[in-house]
């Protein structure tokens, strides 16, 4: 495992991180865009709001090296067909490693296009193929259904990669907060399931534990603050959120044995509320011997890698991320 960089020495009140401290550590340039552009919090009364302002973001100019197309494959048993958005490299030639992903949003926000300006960085620069999938959200879709229309796109990519030009001996998993939850708890499921394999699985700060019941979920950090949190897994469990009777597919950090899983690499910023869940399943991935491999990155708030892109931080992240989809992918041009 390795950690970049320190979290820093913080003004604490009664042992927890308070709001001021938050705002001192926070990385120069992201406190500047914070303070121009304030995040509301996600509820039960700004979650359509939220959804629409999402959607109707303009998106950036997208790379003519990246073809895209998007195919509905059949769901769960008596669910509806699941979208798969897959992009390859224009200029490819043959079956290429793929990387089956999960987009972000809190499990109640995003769609499979969201990311599509990663994607065409990552399949240009890696020669590689990735599939996003379009799984339902809650509070219209409770668990399980999200995470059976991820599995359902897992075994599609595995049964007909060849069609897809998807080299299925190298299929890895990954998301980015609830979509590196929802890989987390894929890779648990295909692995109790008996398949299909997984080469590796990327979880960028994974959201993990409905319980939050570490310090730093409680803090009041910017971007996803607490109370989000919560929202987002009461419309995933409801009534069940927090209680014993919460699946680790749901929740992976809940799960009893993380042995057997497929390398991992995780990510997170120092001033995410998910920080102390992320470092502590790393540390259980770890001891259970999987390897895997951790930055911690002083001054970072969840999503900082997407909200200021440019910054020194993302750069270092993105730098990060790639050299380890270059040694676990090995298709680099």
């Not at 999987?290 to 970072?300: D, R, S, T």
Request: with cysteine; aromatic share 8%.
């Amino acid at each position: 495992m390795s950690l970049v960089g320190s979290i820093g020495t913080t003004a604490r009140r009664g042992n927890r991180m308070d709001a001021a401290s938050i705002s001192r550590l926070l990385d120069d340039d992201i406190r500047a865009m914070l303070a121009e552009t304030p995040f509301t919090p996600v509820s039960r009364s700004t979650l359509e709001a939220a959804r629409i302002n999402r959607y109707s973001q303009v998106m950036v100019e997208l790379s003519d090296r990246v073809i895209r197309w998007t195919i509905t494959v059949p769901g769960p048993e008596g669910s509806p067909d699941v979208a798969l958005r897959v992009h390859r490299p224009v200029d490819a030639v043959g079956a290429l490693p793929c990387i089956l992903w999960m987009h972000g949003g809190g499990l109640v926000l995003g769609n499979e296009e969201q990311d599509d300006p990663r994607f065409d960085r990552w399949c240009v620069r890696h020669n590689m193929m990735a599939v996003s999938i379009g799984y339902r959200l809650a509070p219209e879709t409770p668990f399980p259904g999200p995470i059976e229309d991820c599995y359902v796109g897992l075994r599609y990519v595995t049964d007909h990669g060849g069609e897809l030009g998807v080299d299925v001996d190298r299929i890895g998993i990954g998301g980015a907060s609830a979509g590196g939850g929802l890989a987390a708890a894929l890779a648990l499921l295909a692995r109790d399931r008996g398949g299909p394999a997984i080469a590796s699985q990327l979880l960028i700060y994974p959201m993990i534990d409905d319980r939050q019941i570490t310090e730093s979920s409680s803090w009041d950090v910017p971007i996803w603050p607490a109370s989000s949190n919560t929202f987002g897994w009461t419309s995933y469990l409801g009534d069940a959120k927090g209680t014993e009777h919460v699946s680790h597919y749901a929740a992976a950090a809940r799960a009893p044995e993380l042995h057997d899983l497929p390398p991992a690499i995780i990510v997170v910023g120092a001033l995410d509320g998910f920080v102390d869940e992320n470092i502590d399943y790393a540390r259980r991935l770890n001891h259970a011997g999987v390897p895997v491999e951790f930055h911690l990155y002083p001054g970072a708030p969840h999503g900082f890698d997407a909200l200021l892109p440019r910054s020194a931080v993302a750069r270092l992240a993105k730098a990060d991320i790639g050299r380890w989809i270059d040694r676990h992918y090995g298709n680099h041009q």
